[in-house]
């Protein structure tokens, strides 16, 4: 069974930094990419960036582009989404979401539970 637990939201204000984490278990990251999404309310859901392990390709939505770095430690199974210089609207629920291939995709089968992340202005 795929789990993916995504962790290190919080409140940070305009201008600082946070790092998200999303660790998998029965996921076999060198097969697949990671991607982080978010939501922020009476919005729709946006892609954030995503990641395939097989080639530490990246991507990013031109919103974070600059600002938020992803990267991935496979031996621990986990994926990072550092957000630097966070703006009041990147606040949302994110969330982090894998399947198996090494095309970036915008409905992956697993997800996570969602972080919230707060950016006060």
């Known amino acids: 069974e795929v789990q993916l637990q995504a962790s290190g939201g919080g409140l940070a204000q305009a201008g600082g930094s946070l790092r998200l984490s999303c660790a998998a278990s029965?996921?076999?990251?060198?097969?697949?990419?990671i991607v982080w999404f978010r939501q922020a309310p009476g919005k729709e859901r946006e892609g954030v960036s995503c990641?395939?392990?097989?080639?530490?390709?990246?991507y990013y939505a031109d919103s974070v582009k600059g600002r938020f770095t992803i990267s991935s430690d496979n031996a621990k199974n986990t994926v990072y989404l550092q957000m630097n210089s966070l703006k009041p609207e990147d606040t949302a629920v994110y969330y982090c979401?894998?399947?198996?291939?090494?095309?970036?995709?915008?409905?992956?089968?697993?997800w996570g539970q969602g972080t919230q992340v707060t950016v006060s202005s």
């Open positions: 979401a894998a399947e198996y291939g090494t095309v970036c995709g915008h409905d992956p089968e697993y």
């Open positions: 029965g996921f076999t990251f060198d097969d697949g990419y």
């Open positions: 990641i395939i392990s097989s080639d530490g390709k990246t």
